[in-house]
Structures are given as C-alpha cells and as structure tokens.
C-alpha cells in the first residue's frame, strides 16, 4: 500500500506564510510526478502547483509568485511553501503522487491522494 501524510496546515492571517509538506511512504517503484492540489467549499478541486521527478515545476495561475513547490527525492517528500497568503487560498489542501506503485501485488501506474489538510486565511 501507499500512503501520503500531510501536514503543515493551520490558521493564518492575510499576508502570512505556511509550509505544506507531504512524505509518501510504502509499495512505490517509481514517482513520475508530486503535487498539490485544493478543494474550497463548494468547488472543484483544483491543481496548485506539480513537480515532476526531475524537476520541472507547473503552477497554477493564481499562486504563481506566491508558492513555491520541491521536492526530496531521498525522502520521498514534497513541500509547498506559500507566502503572501489571501483569504480566497482557504481550502483544503491535498498532496497527489502519480507513479508506479503496487497494489494488491500488482505493479501498475496509479494516482494516490493524501487525506487533506486544512489551510484557513483570516483576520
């Protein structure tokens, strides 16, 4: 099996900063690519912000400049380091990993999800 735990989610005020970070442990043969991604109430989830194994970084486009994402290849590990917090970056916050993993003693290219963390901007 897989598992992602997040943490580093909290209560900040407009204008602050979090750290996320993620650590995927147990049946993984390759990560292709780790990210995060945001659920708001009462909207899709959405992609913050990618970064593949070897580097290349995607962001969404209203987090550009504010949060940065990377990632330990040793410690299976990715963080997001947001700064200059708004109250609309409110959301639950979710770590993805897609690469090839076993399951059931099966080796196959999935997509695994963190249970969440909340991150809540507010004066």
């Known amino acids: 099996q897989v598992q992602l735990v997040e943490s580093g989610g909290g209560l900040v005020q407009p204008g602050g900063s979090l750290r996320l970070s993620c650590a995927a442990s147990g049946s993984i043969f390759t990560i292709y690519t780790m990210g995060w991604y945001r659920q708001a109430p009462g909207k899709q989830r959405e992609l913050v912000a990618t970064?593949?194994?070897?580097?290349?970084?995607d962001y969404a486009d209203s987090v550009k400049g504010r949060f940065t994402i990377s990632r330990d290849n040793a410690k299976n590990t990715v963080y997001l380091q947001m700064n200059s917090l708004k109250p609309e970056d409110t959301a639950v916050y979710y770590c993805?990993?897609?690469?090839?993993?076993?399951?059931?003693?099966?080796?196959?290219?999935?997509?695994?999800w963190g249970q969440g963390t909340q991150v809540t901007v507010s004066s």
């Open positions: 993805n990993l897609e690469g090839r993993t076993v399951v059931a003693g099966l080796l196959n290219r999935r997509s695994h």
């Open positions: 970064i593949t194994n070897g580097g290349s970084t």
